[in-house]
């Protein structure tokens, strides 16, 4: 199947880099501030220039969009909350039009291409604009869609006959994160303290409480729920799209060490639950309909249920992603080259699934992928799988080794389409765990 007969845009009148992540056919939505408006607002991505849509909007900048009236979203709203509720239709609509307004022959020259008075208020460079958390995040589910991590990490823990559980296959696996620790991209990670196990080898298991030793990251893509659902409500998963805002790079930051001591039997607490970290531009489920493609095969015969059965072949995307390392000493380091088509289960069977129960989502929810792999050592998407769980080392030309991450490393995480589609980056720099002394880690009562 081939999508390139969808709508392709020309150029925008305004300079975009053949290599930019931002070009017409994306338009990501976000939230900015600047130096002289410190309040939090709506903004789209387009080449090195971020467009405010609450001043473009209260300048009558949607005047010729009659089927989108509530502005408000736009001129009075902190986060894209409000942007999202109002469901994919107005999402397309806006975006068509702001790619209108945007292109080089456009129709609306008098929008901003005529306009320079406009252009000086609602233009800023991106490297001016303070990025926020694009949607205010009410819950957080991460799942385990990416098979070949599954598969990976099973052999390590359970060797390659029973890599897999045996329901991996039939439903998509998941558990609940922490939304409030999900943070925007550039935010620091401070290593977090826990309970770890002093000695896997002793008789009497017994823990110590330090700072961990195995701090890792996790490649994935997440999707934000645009629609809200009533409690005993289930997705169709073949109108799932129509519940869906866009998508974010995220890296699920991950303690191995305290995970390993605490996961029995409830599964990943307070090793995931420190930070979560997100690109700050949100691609449109529209943006990405060029770039769908066919999911890892399901090795069983006994199909699917009809719940999440999908009409669609073509159900994933194929984004370019990848993964570097910036070391303390300056070197950066590309650690992982993959692709998001390494995925068993879809969005709309990760939302399907999450609500067949009757479980309400609501608008800003945020479904994770889980850890995105490939097949091949170059195309890894956490240290605990290129070190073996810290069996064996990655060494850094010319830069010493890791087997874990160190305090003053940053990961930075990159996904591009193509066609001017991409995610930009999701960054975060590791700092050193607090000590018993610091009094910064030590909330206080008011």
């Known amino acids: 199947m081939s999508f390139d007969t969808l709508l392709t845009r020309s150029e925008s009148w305004l300079p975009v880099s053949p290599d930019s992540h931002f070009g017409l056919d994306n338009i990501p939505f976000g939230i900015i501030s600047t130096r002289s408006d410190r309040t939090p607002r709506p903004a789209v991505a387009i080449g090195a220039k971020a467009l405010d849509l609450a001043v473009f909007a209260a300048n009558g900048g949607f005047s010729s969009l009659p089927q989108f009236t509530e502005t408000t979203v736009f001129t009075t709203e902190t986060s894209l909350n409000a942007f999202a509720a109002l469901g994919r239709k107005k999402h397309t609509a806006v975006r068509y039009y702001l790619q209108e307004v945007l292109e080089i022959n456009t129709q609306y020259p008098q929008k901003l291409k005529t306009n320079v008075a406009l252009q000086s208020i609602c233009l800023h460079d991106l490297t001016d604009v303070r990025m926020h958390l694009p949607l205010q995040i009410g819950n957080y589910t991460d799942f385990y869609a990416g098979k070949n991590h599954a598969y990976n ?82 997705v169709d998963v073949n109108e799932a799209a129509e519940f869906l805002f866009g998508v974010v790079l995220m890296n699920d930051w991950s303690a191995r060490d305290i995970q390993g001591w605490e996961y029995v039997p409830l599964g ?46 073509y159900n994933v995307y194929n984004i370019d992603l990848s993964i570097s390392l910036s070391t303390p000493c300056g070197a950066t380091h590309t650690l992982s080259k993959t692709s998001s088509s390494n995925l068993l289960y879809s969005f709309p069977q990760l939302l399907a699934h999450h609500s067949i129960t009757g479980c309400p989502l609501r608008t800003g929810d945020l479904l994770g992928t889980g850890t995105i792999s490939g097949t091949d050592a170059e195309s890894l998407g956490s240290l605990l799988e290129v070190t073996k769980n810290g069996t064996s080392s990655l060494v850094l030309q010319d830069d010493g080794e890791r087997v874990f991450l160190e305090d003053g490393d940053e990961v930075i995480m990159e996904g591009y389409c193509g066609r001017g589609v991409g995610f930009g980056s999701v960054s975060g720099l590791v700092l050193p765990a607090w000590t018993d002394t610091d009094t910064g880690r030590v909330a206080k009562v008011s």
């Not at 996790?218 to 005993?232: D, H, M, P, Q, S």
């Not at 529209?286 to 066919?294: D, Q, V, W």
């Open 153 to 234: 990490v099973g052999v390590l823990f359970r060797g390659p006959e029973n890599a897999l559980q045996p329901n991996y296959e039939h439903m998509p696996i998941g558990y609940h994160g922490r939304a409030s620790s999900v943070v925007v991209s550039g935010t620091t990670i401070r290593r977090p303290r826990g309970q770890i196990l002093e000695d896997p080898k002793a008789a009497v298991r017994k823990s110590i409480f330090t700072a961990t030793k195995q701090l890792d990251y996790e490649l994935e893509l997440a999707v934000f729920v645009a629609r809200n659902t009533k409690i005993g409500e289930s």
């Open 268 to 313: 990943p607490f307070t090793s995931k639950s420190f930070a979560t970290s997100i690109s700050p531009w949100v691609v449109l489920i529209e943006a990405l309909e060029p770039f769908r493609a066919i999911p890892l095969p399901r090795t069983t015969d006994i199909p699917l249920h009809p719940y999440l059965q999908e009409r669609e072949q």
